[in-house]
C-alpha cells in the first residue's frame, strides 16, 4: 500500500459505523481526500463496553521530542506487514494481542512502477483492519493514539496495481468486524484466517493523475469480490 486513503462523510460511511455501533455525537468523523501518512485519522476501537471513534496519528511509532509525542520517521510504520504480527520484538507483535482497531476508509491509492490507481469499493466503505498504541505526551500529559494499517501479501487481482502488498480489508460482516476489535477477548491466533490475501468487497480501479491527485486518466475497471 503506498500510503494514501481518503474518507468521505456519506451514507456508505455511516452504515459502516453504525454496524459497528458507532456513535457519530461523540465525534465527528474526519474526511479528507488525500490523507497521507503522519496525519491524523479517524479510528474505530472497542473499549470492552461500547464502540467509539478516536483520533490517531497515521504512524504507529512514536517519540518524546522536544517534550512532545511525535512521529518517529526513523522508521515507517504506517503500515504493519502481517508476516511480522507474530514476531516478537516487533512493533505490531503486542498490538495486535492488545489494541487493533479499525480504520474507516472510503477508497486508497496503490501505485506500480510510476503509474497510480483510485481503488474505491463499490457500494460500501472499507473496514482497514489495523493497530494502535498509547502514548502520554510529556508536556500536556494527554493520552496520544498512534495507528497503523496491517498489510498482507498482494491478491493475484491487486497484484497489477501494486505487486508488493495491499491493506487488510476486513469483510463486510460485522461478527467479524467486531472480533478484530475484541482485542482483549479474541485471541489473535484466531485471526490467522484474515491474514492471508483476500478482496471481500468490489473494488472499481481507475488510473488516476499521481497519488496526490485523484484525476483520473483513464478508464476503470471493476475487480471482482472473491
Request: charged content about 20%.
Amino acid at each position: 500500500m503506498c500510503g494514501r486513503f481518503n474518507v468521505t462523510d456519506d451514507p456508505y460511511m455511516h452504515a459502516l459505523l453504525d454496524s459497528l455501533g458507532v456513535d457519530l455525537g461523540q465525534l465527528p468523523i474526519r474526511v479528507g481526500n488525500d490523507i497521507a501518512p503522519t496525519e491524523t485519522v479517524s479510528i474505530v476501537v472497542s473499549n470492552g463496553k461500547e464502540t467509539v471513534l478516536k483520533e490517531a496519528c497515521w504512524w504507529l511509532l512514536m517519540h518524546h521530542e522536544d517534550g512532545r509525542i511525535r512521529p518517529l520517521t526513523k522508521y515507517a510504520s504506517f503500515n504493519t506487514r502481517s508476516d511480522k504480527l507474530n514476531v516478537q520484538g516487533s512493533a505490531g507483535f503486542d498490538a495486535f494481542r492488545q489494541t487493533r482497531c479499525i480504520i474507516p476508509a472510503s477508497g486508497f491509492v496503490e501505485t506500480q512502477q510510476g503509474n497510480a490507481y483510485a481503488m474505491d469499493p463499490v457500494g460500501s466503505a472499507i473496514a482497514f483492519g489495523g493497530l494502535f498504541r498509547r502514548w502520554i505526551d510529556g508536556t500536556t500529559g494527554e493520552e496520544v493514539l498512534s495507528c497503523s494499517i496491517v498489510t498482507l501479501p498482494p491478491h493475484p487481482k491487486i497484484a497489477p496495481y501494486h505487486a508488493k502488498s495491499m491493506p487488510l480489508i476486513l469483510p463486510p460482516d460485522p461478527d467479524i468486524q467486531r472480533k478484530w476489535l475484541a482485542s482483549t477477548a479474541v485471541n489473535a491466533g484466531e485471526l490467522e484466517a484474515l491474514l492471508s490475501p483476500q478482496l471481500p468487497l468490489p473494488l472499481k480501479v481507475t488510473p488516476i493523475e499521481k497519488a496526490s491527485k485523484r484525476n483520473p486518466i483513464g478508464e476503470s475497471v471493476l475487480l471482482a469480490a472473491d
